[in-house]
């Protein structure tokens, strides 16, 4: 593999100011988005709720203009992920604990799009949070006007992709046909690429409505199929890989996995607010009534995502004697196993290389099923090489 040529080294450099604003308007969205609701949260007529609410906006203002550690320029540029701390940079994703007593948390988004999905349990400092919403450009304001374009729609964080349900393939592009298996192409599924959310303290709210754990969802690990890619073929005897450079790695969560389907069953999220209605029918039914009251905005069934580039290598994996096709089992192992050998000979830290299998489904002109594949890739966005 080759590090940073002259022209990514470029291209990283031109896009430092367009970076550089992104994170500094996100910031000033932040800034706007909590003396919005702090002064919504905080009438004359506010429940005691309503306040515990003004104060973790008080709480999160302060932490992101003069708290000395946390709203420190550096500081703040680095939990951003636009500026290196004590490793490359790495794409985070926030959340609010929506609690006066704990600061924003932060994690790298492959681990966050789980972890602060909406309707899963997060455990810190005591509290027992609950995520509740997802935020976005506008979605604290009271709009949600019929015919006109919702708050999330017009922060164009969600784009329609195509899965293929035979194979792995996913794309962007509108295709008749899988260009992998030649599978006839269903319908488009929504993906959002949030990145912010918010929580709720559920252990002083009630305590007899969620008895359920952490959450199991439904996360996809993906190879974006792309027109145009530089691929390298090392046709090796056992183990044909090819390398593809600036690979488009998309990890989606489809939400909490349905115990009969096994499937992700989608998160409801409202267009406007961005707030998560439960999936549970008695709970959705209270969320239906309370929510109609402060916002008019309806829900969307949306399938979480995270995308980056980074190099990755796709080895093709012979079935096992005797066998053909695709056998899972076999893949999950091969992808442990190559992980663990590339690791150890690069000598890298566990969470620097990543990977997962791949189905390819069946040969569009002989039908016989095609053994899987395994893409191992750079965790850190970009590659470091
Ligand atoms: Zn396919
Ligand atoms: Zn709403």
Same mark, same amino acid.
């Given at each position: 593999?080759t590090?940073?040529?002259?022209?990514?080294?470029?291209? &990283?450099v031109?896009?430092?100011?367009?970076?550089?604003? =992104?994170?500094?308007?996100? *910031? *000033?969205?932040?800034?706007?988005?909590?003396?919005?609701?702090?002064k /919504?949260?905080?009438? &004359?007529?506010?429940?005691?709720?309503?306040?515990?609410?003004?104060?973790?906006?008080?709480? $999160?203002? #302060?932490?992101?203009?003069t708290?000395?550690? !946390? $709203?420190?320029?550096?500081?703040?540029?680095?939990?951003?992920?636009?500026l290196?701390?004590?490793?490359?940079?790495?794409?985070?994703?926030?959340?609010?604990?929506?609690?006066?007593?704990?600061?924003?948390?932060? @994690?790298p988004?492959?681990?966050?799009?789980?972890?602060?999905?909406?309707?899963n349990?997060?455990?810190?400092?005591?509290?027992?949070?609950?995520?509740? !919403?997802? &935020?976005?450009?506008?979605? *604290?304001?009271?709009?949600g006007?019929?015919?006109? @374009?919702?708050?999330?729609?017009?922060?164009?964080?969600?784009?329609?992709?195509?899965?293929?349900?035979?194979?792995d393939?996913?794309?962007?592009?509108?295709?008749?046909?899988?260009?992998?298996?030649?599978?006839?192409?269903?319908?488009h599924?929504?993906? $959002?690429?949030? %990145? /912010?959310?918010e929580?709720e303290?559920?252990?002083?709210?009630? %305590?007899?409505?969620?008895? =359920?754990?952490?959450r199991?969802?439904?996360?996809?690990?993906?190879?974006?199929?792309?027109?145009?890619?530089?691929?390298?073929?090392?046709?090796? #005897?056992?183990?044909p890989?090819?390398?593809? =450079?600036?690979?488009?790695?998309?990890?989606?969560?489809?939400?909490?996995?349905?115990?009969v389907?096994?499937?992700?069953?989608?998160?409801?999220?409202? $267009?406007?607010c961005?707030?998560?209605?439960?999936?549970?029918?008695? /709970?959705?039914?209270?969320?239906?009534?309370?929510?109609?009251?402060?916002?008019?905005?309806?829900?969307?069934?949306?399938?979480?995502?995270?995308?980056? @580039?980074?190099?990755?290598?796709?080895?093709?994996?012979?079935?096992?004697?005797?066998?053909?096709?695709?056998?899972?089992?076999?893949l999950?192992?091969?992808?442990?196993?190559?992980?663990?050998?590339?690791?150890?000979?690069?000598?890298?830290e566990?969470?620097?290389?990543? #990977?997962?299998?791949?189905?390819t489904? #069946?040969?569009?002109?002989?039908?016989?099923?095609?053994?899987? /594949?395994?893409?191992?890739y750079?965790?850190?966005?970009?590659?470091?090489?």
């Amino acid at each position: 593999m080759t590090g940073f040529g002259t022209e990514e080294a470029r291209r &990283i450099v031109e896009g430092f100011r367009d970076d550089m604003e =992104r994170v500094l308007e996100g *910031w *000033w969205a932040q800034v706007q988005r909590l003396n919005e609701e702090f002064k /919504q949260y905080s009438t &004359i007529g506010s429940t005691v709720y309503d306040k515990r609410k003004a104060a973790a906006r008080q709480r $999160a203002y #302060a932490e992101i203009t003069t708290d000395p550690e !946390r $709203a420190y320029p550096l500081a703040y540029l680095a939990d951003a992920g636009l500026l290196p701390s004590y490793q490359f940079p790495t794409d985070t994703f926030s959340l609010d604990p929506g609690v006066d007593d704990t600061p924003t948390l932060f @994690r790298p988004a492959g681990i966050g799009l789980e972890e602060f999905a909406p309707g899963n349990l997060v455990y810190a400092n005591n509290h027992k949070l609950k995520t509740i !919403r997802a &935020i976005f450009a506008g979605s *604290w304001s009271e709009r949600g006007v019929a015919g006109v @374009r919702s708050n999330l729609d017009s922060s164009g964080l969600a784009r329609a992709f195509y899965f293929c349900g035979r194979c792995d393939m996913v794309t962007e592009e509108v295709r008749n046909d899988c260009p992998v298996c030649g599978e006839p192409m269903g319908r488009h599924v929504n993906v $959002a690429f949030l %990145s /912010q959310f918010e929580a709720e303290d559920q252990a002083r709210i009630t %305590s007899a409505e969620d008895v =359920r754990e952490r959450r199991r969802f439904d996360v996809r690990d993906r190879l974006v199929e792309e027109g145009e890619t530089e691929v390298a073929l090392f046709d090796y #005897a056992f183990l044909p890989v090819e390398h593809r =450079r600036m690979a488009r790695i998309l990890r989606t969560n489809w939400g909490r996995r349905d115990p009969v389907k096994g499937e992700g069953e989608r998160f409801a999220i409202c $267009a406007e607010c961005g707030r998560h209605r439960p999936a549970d029918p008695d /709970q959705a039914k209270r969320w239906e009534e309370s929510h109609a009251r402060f916002c008019p905005g309806v829900c969307e069934e949306l399938v979480l995502g995270y995308e980056f @580039r980074t190099d990755a290598l796709v080895a093709t994996v012979p079935p096992q004697p005797g066998s053909e096709g695709y056998d899972e089992a076999l893949l999950v192992t091969a992808a442990e196993a190559l992980l663990i050998a590339a690791s150890t000979y690069l000598e890298t830290e566990a969470y620097e290389i990543s #990977a997962f299998p791949r189905r390819t489904g #069946a040969d569009p002109e002989t039908g016989a099923e095609r053994p899987g /594949q395994v893409v191992l890739y750079e965790s850190v966005p970009g590659g470091a090489g």
